[in-house]
């Protein structure tokens, strides 16, 4: 039976929250033409119009997530930090240093570029993280998990200069693993402010460091003094965890 439709209760009181979570920007792309933003249903029954269960986003994406081209566990995280998260990730970029490129479809997924003698083959991966809170934040350390995926045919109130604390290595782990970072000295985060981090993820193989030229869907942990931030999934050398493939008919 087909998921009935119902009309969305208080709907301009409830899209004026979803707008506010989100602070009149898509949470996926940043696009900030919010008279156009359409209420997606996280769980994809249109019946359920718990507050908790609705996410604003931007057409382009809403589409996106119809089609099945962004996974619903990476928009399920999305909600829960617009809900729930002190800490908020403001972006991810690449460093200029490093061989890797951000994609145009996905804020958080980046793609080995021409490898070039005077780069990075490593991803060095620039987090800039914002405090909502009214208290100072401290950052101890952060862990990192990621999916081993199957490869082949397939607002400032003052201008000022945001430079990143430092640059902490972190070894890509085998599946099933984590790594850890520890950060030789704890990082405060004024309350209301911003720091950014930047981290080198490393593959090694044979106890040498190689290029990662496979797909990977990595998830960051930051571990501070009260709670674990997670980032949202950082996808390398794809912007999904559904594996594609390319069809080829032999002659």
Request: charged share 25%; proline share 6%; hydrophobic share 35%.
């Amino acid at each position: 039976m087909a998921k009935q439709r119902k009309s969305i209760p208080q709907l301009l009181k409830k899209r004026s929250i979803l707008q506010k979570e989100i602070e009149s920007k898509c949470p996926i792309c940043d696009s900030s033409d919010v008279e156009h933003f359409q209420i997606h249903h996280i769980d994809e029954n249109p019946s359920n119009n718990n507050i908790s269960n609705l996410l604003l986003i931007c057409p382009t994406c809403h589409s996106k997530i119809t089609k099945g081209d962004l996974d619903r566990i990476y928009i399920e995280q999305l909600k829960y930090q617009v809900l729930n998260a002190k800490l908020k990730l403001i972006s991810v970029e690449p460093s200029k240093i490093c061989s890797w490129t951000k994609d145009s479809n996905l804020k958080t997924a980046f793609w080995l570029d021409d490898l070039h003698d005077d780069k990075s083959f490593n991803p060095i991966l620039t987090f800039t993280i914002k405090n909502c809170g009214n208290s100072s934040e401290l950052l101890e350390g952060v862990s990192l998990s990621a999916n081993h995926l199957p490869s082949g045919l397939s607002g400032i109130p003052r201008a000022y200069e945001l430079k990143s604390i430092g640059r902490y290595p972190i070894e890509l782990p085998r599946p099933d693993e984590n790594s850890t970072a520890k950060f030789e000295n704890q990082i405060v985060i004024p309350a209301n402010d911003f720091c950014k981090i930047e981290l080198e993820v490393i593959n090694k193989f044979q106890g040498n460091a190689s290029p990662i030229t496979t797909r990977k869907a990595l998830r960051f942990t930051f571990n501070s003094n009260e709670l674990n931030f997670e980032i949202p999934v950082i996808y390398l050398n794809c912007n999904s965890e559904d594996p594609t493939y390319a069809i080829v008919l032999l002659s």
